[in-house]
C-alpha cells in the first residue's frame, strides 16, 4: 500500500569545498586552461588556435549539457571534465600529427587534412570507446560518487568527439579553403620528435624490474600501513558549534587538522555555525576519549571566542547561543555495499575493455597488456599513497573522491595505450615485411610526439589546481598527478612489452605470418 514520508527533521549543510576553495579552483583551472591554449599555439601555429576554440567550445557544451540536465557538479564530477579535457585535447593532437606526417610525405594541404583526419579517426574512436564503455558499465552499476563521475565522463566524451572530428575540421577546411597556408607547427617545432627510432622493446627487462620493485614496495606498504582512510570509509564524530561572528570553515579546517591529524569543517546553516567531523580515535568509544576530544577541540577553537570557558563551552544549557551545541557519531558513509558494487563496477568495466580490444585488435595479447597496465598503475597511485601519506603537508585520505581519482587513472591509462596499439596494427598491415620488434618500436616512436604533447597539456592542468587550488582538493589533484605519470610509463614501457612477450611466447606467431622475430638474436646480430 502506498505509504506517505513525513520529513521530521531537516538540516542544512555548507559545502565540503568553502567558497575560499571555490574561488581558488576556478583560478587555478583558468589559469591552467591559458597555459594548454597558449601551449597549442606555440606548439602548432595557427592550426592550434582552431584546436583551442574547439576545445572551448568543447568546454561550454559540457557544462551546458551539465546544467541542462540538472546534474549536480561534484568532485568526481570534476575529475571526469579533467579527464575530458585532456581527451579532447589529445584528439586534435592525434589530427594534427597525422596531418604533419602526411605533408612530410610531400602531399597538397587539402589532401594531407583530408588523409589526417581519416587516419586518425580510427585512434580516436577506439581511445574513446574504450573510455566510453568503461564510463557506461560504471554508470549502470556504480553508486553515488562512481555514478557522478560517470556521468560527467560520459557527456564529455561525446562532446569531445563532435568538437575534435566536426568544429576543427569546419574551422581547418575553412581555412584551407580560403587558401590560407597551415604547417601544423611552428620554427621551433617544426622538426621536434622527427625521426626518432627509440627501441623501446630493448629497454622492457629494465622497466620490468623498476615496475616490479614499485609493485612490491605498493604491496608491502598497503598490507602494512594501510590507507590513511576518510570518514567515508571510517566513520567519526561529529560536532556542531556556533560562534559570535563569522569563521572561516577551511581556515579552521587546517587547525583541527593539525591538532587530530585528520579532521574536516563545513559551513552549518549561518556563516557562524560550523559543523566538523574527525575520525580521531574513531573505534574508542569510552568517556575519556570523548573528553579528550572535547577538550582539544575546545583549545584549538578558544581563539574565535571571547572568554568563553571550557564549561560554557560543553554546556547542556538549551538557552545557550555559542559553544558546542550538538555532538553525536557518524558511520560511515561509503557503506559495505557501495563498497561492494564500486569494486563490481570496476571489474565489470575491465571485462568489457578486454572483450572490445579482444574484438578490435583479433589478439588477446592486446587486450592482456592494456589491463594488465591499468592494474600496475592503479597498485602504483595505492602504493604511493600508501607510502607518503604520513609525511605530506596536505590531507592523503582515501574518500569517495579518491575513488573517482582512480578512475580517472584507468581512463588515462587505456586512452593512451589503446593510442599506441592502434598504431601498431597500422604499421602491422602496412609493413608486412618488417619483423615484429620493429613495428612495434617504430609505432612507439611515431607516436611519441602525441604521448609527451597529451601528457604534459594534461599535467599542466593538474599541477595548476595542485598549486593554486584549496587544500581540500590537493590530495585529490595529487592523486592524478601519480596516475598520469604512472599511465604515460606503463603505456610505452608495461603494455606493449607485454603484448610484444605474450605474442613471441603464444601461438599466435603463426597468426602473425611468421613475422616475429626472436629479438635477442637480432640484437646480437
Same mark, same amino acid.
Given at each position: 500500500l502506498p505509504a506517505s514520508a513525513?520529513?521530521?527533521?531537516?538540516?542544512?549543510?555548507?559545502p565540503s569545498l568553502g567558497q575560499e576553495a571555490i574561488d581558488s579552483g576556478k583560478m587555478s583551472f583558468l589559469i591552467a586552461l591559458g597555459v594548454v591554449l597558449v601551449w597549442m599555439f606555440l606548439y602548432y601555429g595557427k592550426a592550434g588556435l582552431f584546436a583551442?576554440?574547439?576545445?572551448?567550445?568543447?568546454?561550454?557544451? @559540457? !557544462? $551546458?549539457?551539465?546544467?541542462?540536465? *540538472?546534474?549536480?557538479? &561534484? +568532485?568526481?564530477?570534476?575529475?571526469?571534465?579533467?579527464?575530458?579535457?585532456?581527451?579532447?585535447?589529445?584528439?586534435?593532437?592525434?589530427?594534427?600529427?597525422?596531418?604533419?606526417?602526411?605533408?612530410?610525405?610531400?602531399?597538397?594541404?587539402k589532401e594531407s587534412i583530408a588523409d589526417g583526419f581519416s587516419n586518425a579517426l580510427s585512434s580516436i574512436l577506439d581511445a574513446n570507446i574504450t573510455t566510453g564503455l568503461t564510463a557506461l558499465i560504471?554508470? @549502470? !552499476? $556504480?553508486?553515488?560518487?562512481?555514478? *557522478?563521475?560517470?556521468? &560527467? +565522463?560520459?557527456?564529455?566524451i561525446g562532446t569531445s568527439l563532435f568538437t575534435a572530428i566536426f568544429i576543427t575540421r569546419l574551422l581547418v577546411d575553412w581555412y584551407a579553403e580560403r587558401g590560407g597556408t597551415l604547417d601544423f607547427s611552428t620554427a621551433i617545432t617544426k622538426n621536434l620528435f622527427r625521426n626518432i627510432n627509440i627501441n623501446f622493446l630493448k629497454k622492457r627487462k629494465a622497466a620490468y624490474i623498476i615496475s616490479g620493485v614499485l609493485i612490491l614496495l605498493s604491496l608491502g606498504s598497503l598490507f602494512t600501513n594501510g590507507l590513511d582512510q576518510g570518514v567515508d570509509f571510517v566513520g567519526g564524530r561529529t560536532y556542531q558549534v556556533r560562534f559570535n561572528q563569522d569563521v572561516s570553515a577551511n581556515e579552521i579546517s587546517e587547525s583541527l587538522t593539525s591538532a587530530f591529524g585528520s579532521a574536516e569543517a563545513k559551513t552549518f546553516g549561518s556563516a557562524n555555525q560550523l559543523k566538523i567531523t574527525t575520525k580521531y580515535k574513531v573505534n574508542e568509544t569510552d568517556n575519556a576519549v570523548d573528553e579528550e576530544i572535547r577538550t582539544t577541540l575546545y583549545n584549538e577553537l578558544q581563539p574565535y571566542f571571547d572568554g568563553l570557558s571550557y564549561e560554557e563551552f560543553i554546556s547542556d544549557d538549551e538557552t545557550k547561543t555559542i559553544g558546542l551545541m550538538k555532538y553525536y557519531k557518524v558511520s560511515p558513509t561509503i557503506a559495505d555495499d557501495i563498497k561492494q558494487a564500486s569494486f563490481w563496477a570496476i571489474l565489470g568495466s575491465l571485462i568489457v575493455v578486454f572483450l572490445y580490444i579482444l574484438f578490435r585488435f583479433k589478439r588477446?595479447?592486446?587486450?592482456?597488456?592494456?589491463?594488465?597496465?591499468?592494474?600496475?598503475?592503479?597498485?602504483?597511485?595505492?602504493?604511493?599513497?600508501?607510502?607518503?601519506?604520513?609525511?605530506?603537508?596536505?590531507?592523503?585520505?582515501?574518500?569517495?573522491?579518491?575513488?573517482?581519482?582512480?578512475?580517472?587513472?584507468?581512463?588515462?591509462?587505456?586512452?593512451?595505450?589503446?593510442?599506441?596499439f592502434d598504431r601498431i596494427r597500422e604499421f602491422f598491415n602496412e609493413h608486412s615485411t618488417w619483423p615484429f620488434n620493429k613495428v612495434i618500436n617504430s609505432s612507439l616512436s611515431s607516436t611519441l610526439s602525441r604521448t609527451l604533447n597529451t601528457s604534459l597539456t594534461t599535467l599542466v592542468v593538474l599541477?595548476?589546481?595542485?598549486?593554486?587550488?584549496?587544500?581540500?582538493?590537493?590530495?585529490?589533484?595529487?592523486?592524478?598527478?601519480?596516475?598520469?605519470?604512472?599511465?604515460?610509463?606503463?603505456?610505452?614501457?608495461?603494455?606493449?612489452?607485454?603484448?610484444?612477450?605474450?605474442?613471441?611466447?603464444?601461438?599466435?606467431?603463426?597468426?602473425?605470418?611468421?613475422?616475429?622475430?626472436?629479438?635477442?638474436?637480432?640484437?646480437?646480430?
Open positions: 513525513d520529513i521530521i527533521q531537516g538540516e542544512v549543510v555548507g583551442d576554440i574547439a576545445m572551448l567550445f568543447n568546454i561550454i557544451l @559540457i !557544462f $551546458g549539457v551539465l546544467s541542462g540536465l *540538472g546534474a549536480v557538479l &561534484t +568532485l568526481p564530477g570534476i575529475a571526469g571534465i579533467v579527464l575530458t579535457i585532456g581527451m579532447s585535447v589529445d584528439a586534435n593532437v592525434l589530427i594534427f600529427e597525422r596531418i604533419r606526417e602526411e605533408l612530410a610525405k610531400g602531399k597538397g594541404m560504471l554508470f @549502470i !552499476f $556504480g553508486t553515488g560518487p562512481i555514478k *557522478g563521475f560517470a556521468t &560527467t +565522463l560520459l557527456i564529455g588477446w595479447q592486446f587486450s592482456l597488456g592494456a589491463v594488465a597496465a591499468v592494474f600496475h598503475d592503479v597498485l602504483i597511485v595505492l602504493g604511493v599513497f600508501s607510502l607518503t601519506y604520513k609525511y605530506m603537508p596536505f590531507s592523503m585520505e582515501i574518500d569517495q573522491a579518491f575513488i573517482a581519482a582512480i578512475l580517472t587513472v584507468i581512463g588515462y591509462s587505456l586512452n593512451d595505450t589503446v593510442v599506441v599541477l595548476s589546481i595542485f598549486v593554486f587550488g584549496g587544500d581540500s582538493i590537493r590530495g585529490f589533484m595529487f592523486a592524478l598527478i601519480v596516475g598520469v605519470i604512472v599511465g604515460t610509463y606503463s603505456s610505452m614501457f608495461i603494455a606493449t612489452p607485454l603484448m610484444y612477450d605474450s605474442v613471441k611466447k603464444g601461438d599466435a606467431k603463426e597468426a602473425l605470418k611468421n613475422k616475429v622475430k626472436d629479438v635477442e638474436e637480432e640484437e646480437k646480430a
